[in-house]
C-alpha cells in the first residue's frame, strides 16, 4: 500500500527475545523494548535500531558503541564491558559474531518460507538473480544484495526479512574449508544449488578436488526434505549428487536431466533455445550471451519449477533478464563497437565461457584485456599461461594487463598468435591510456579480471573514448 511503513522481522523483537535467540542477557534496560532492526556499522546506523558489536581483523565494533549511542542506537549487544551513556539498555553475550549469527537464524526460522542458497566457483550472483527474478512472479522475494555472502552479510540479509516476504535466494560465498557448513547452518536453506565446480581460491586449497568437497558443504545445510540442484555437465558434482542420499535434481545439456536445454542458437545479443523440463519442450529466448548464461538459467529454473512456479511464467521472465553490472554487461559503443564488460572478477573458466560469449559478435576483430586472475596460489602463473593458450584462434587480440596478465600473453604466443596481436601493461591505469591505438571502429572488445586487477579502468577508457549508444 502506498505509503504504508515496511517493516523487517527484526524490528518485532524485544530484547528478550533476542537475548533469548543469542543466549545472552538484559542488562540496563527493560527486555520489553523492541527495536527497529540491527546494524553493525556505527556510521549508517538507523535511529532505535539494535548496535551489534561485532569484532573484526581490523576493527572491534566496541570501539563505536558511544558513536552509535549518539545516532540513535536503541541497545547495543557486547561480549565485553563498555562504558555507555546510564540507561542504554545491553545484550551480553559470549561473542557478537556468532549471536548475530544465531539472531538471522532465528529470524529466518521466524519467517518460515522457503529458501534457495546458492554457491560455485562462477555464476551465483547470475544464479541469483535469475532464481529471484523467477520467483518473483509469484510474490515479494529478499535476495542477496551485492556482495554480502559471508558470515556478517548472510546475517545481516536475513534480518532484512519482512511479513510479506513468501521466498529468499541466498548466495553464500566461501574461501576456506568449513565456511559453507557455517553458512548453510544459518540460512538453513530448503533447495541448495552449486553452479560448478572450478580452480579458484587454490590459493586456499590443494585441489580441484578439495574446493568441491567445501563447496559440498552447503548440502548439509538441507533437512530430509530438502533438494539440491546440481550440475550434470561437471563430473564432480555428478559424482557427489549421485553418492547423497537426499533428493537431486540435475540440469545441464544432456536430456537425462530434470532440466535441460537442446537447439541452443543465439548471438552476443542473446540466445534461443527449447527448454525441456518433465518431458515437455518450450521455447524460450535469453537476452544473454553465452552458454554460461544458460547454464545459470537452467539452475535457476529448476529451483523455482520444485517451488512451484508455473513454465508459462518462467518463458515469460526469461525475456526480461538482465546482466548485473560488469558480469556479462552486452554494451553498444560508439563507431560500432560493441564491449563485452566482464569485468567485476576473474577466473579459468569465467574466461573462457567470456570469450566464447564474445565469439557470438557477428563481425570485427575480437579484442580481449584480461586483468590477473587472483587467489590462484602456486599454480597462477600456469593457469594463466594456459588459459592464454586456449585463445590462439579465438581472439584476434590478446591484451594482457597486471604482473600475472603477462602470463596470458605468454601463453598466447606459445599457441601461435602472431607477436603484433599480443600487448601486455604493468597495471588497468597504463592499458587504459592505450584503448585508442588497440581498439578499431567495429571491435567486438572483451574485459575481464579479478577485483584486485581493477579492470574497470579499461572499461571506463573504452566509453570515454567511443561513447555509449543509448
Known amino acids: ?153 548472510l546475517p545481516l540479509t536475513l534480518l532484512r526479512l519482512r511479513p510479506e516476504h513468501r521466498f529468499a535466494v541466498l548466495e553464500l560465498g566461501m574461501s576456506a574449508a568449513g565456511e559453507l557448513r557455517e553458512l548453510g547452518a544459518i540460512a538453513q536453506p530448503d533447495v541448495a544449488i552449486i553452479t560448478l565446480v572450478a580452480p579458484v581460491h587454490l590459493e586456499f586449497f590443494d585441489s580441484v578436488d578439495a574446493i568441491a568437497a567445501a563447496k559440498a558443504e552447503i548440502l548439509e545445510g538441507l533437512d530430509d526434505d530438502g533438494v539440491a540442484v546440481l550440475n550434470w555437465d561437471d563430473p564432480r558434482l555428478r559424482r557427489l549428487g549421485e553418492a547423497r542420499r537426499g533428493r537431486t535434481l540435475w540440469f545441464g545439456r544432456d536430456r537425462r536431466c530434470d532440466v535441460s536445454a537442446e537447439n541452443w542458437r543465439g548471438t552476443i545479443h542473446g540466445m534461443r533455445f527449447d527448454l525441456r523440463v518433465d518431458g515437455r519442450s518450450y521455447d524460450v529466448a535469453l537476452p544473454l550471451p553465452g552458454p554460461h548464461f544458460l547454464m545459470n538459467f537452467l539452475a535457476a529454473t529448476a529451483a523455482a519449477h520444485h517451488l512451484g512456479v508455473p513454465m508459462e511464467q518462467v518463458v515469460d521472465a526469461a525475456t526480461h533478464m538482465t546482466a548485473a553490472k ?32 564474445l565469439d557470438m559478435a557477428a563481425q570485427g576483430r575480437r579484442v580481449v584485456f584480461l586483468g590477473d586472475m587472483l587467489e590462484l596460489g602456486p599454480t597462477g602463473p600456469e593457469l594463466h599461461r594456459e588459459t592464454g593458450g586456449t585463445l590462439a584462434g579465438r581472439a584476434d587480440v590478446v591484451v594482457g594487463v597486471g604482473a600475472l596478465g603477462r602470463e596470458f600473453v605468454e601463453g598466447a604466443r606459445r599457441a601461435g598468435l602472431a607477436a603484433s596481436a599480443l600487448r601486455d601493461y604493468a597495471d588497468s591505469e597504463a592499458a587504459a591510456r592505450e584503448v585508442g591505438a588497440l581498439v578499431r571502429p567495429g571491435d567486438a572488445v572483451l574485459v575481464k579480471g579479478s577485483r584486485g586487477a581493477r579492470m574497470e579502468k579499461v572499461v571506463e577508457a573504452l566509453v570515454a573514448r567511443f561513447g555509449e549508444e543509448a
Open 326 to 357: 560488469s558480469r556479462g554487461q552486452v554494451r553498444r559503443l560508439g563507431e560500432g563497437v560493441t564491449l563485452l564488460d566482464d569485468s567485476y572478477n576473474s577466473n579459468p573458466a569465467a574466461v573462457d565461457a567470456a570469450v566464447t560469449a
Open 1 to 153: 500500500m502506498k505509503g504504508a511503513t515496511v517493516t523487517a522481522l527484526a524490528n518485532t523483537l524485544t530484547l528478550d527475545e533476542i537475548a533469548k535467540a543469542t543466549r545472552g542477557s538484559v542488562r540496563g534496560g527493560g527486555g520489553a523494548a523492541r527495536v527497529a532492526g540491527v546494524s553493525i556499522d556505527s556510521r549508517t546506523l538507523a535511529k532505535g535500531q539494535l548496535f551489534v558489536a561485532v569484532k573484526g581483523p581490523r576493527f572491534d565494533g566496541h570501539d563505536f558503541v558511544v558513536p552509535a549511542v549518539e545516532k540513535g542506537a536503541a541497545a547495543a549487544m557486547v561480549h565485553r564491558d563498555v562504558d555507555v551513556p546510564p540507561g542504554l539498555p545491553l545484550v551480553r553475550v559470549a561473542d557478537t559474531t556468532q549471536a548475530l549469527k544465531d539472531l538471522s537464524r532465528h529470524v529466518r526460522l521466524k519467517a518460515a518460507i522457503p529458501v534457495v542458497a546458492i554457491t560455485g566457483s562462477a555464476g551465483k550472483t547470475t544464479t541469483k538473480e535469475m532464481t529471484a527474478a523467477l520467483l518473483a512472479t509469484q510474490g515479494a522475494v529478499l535476495k542477496t544484495e551485492g556482495n554480502l555472502n559471508n558470515q556478517y552479510g
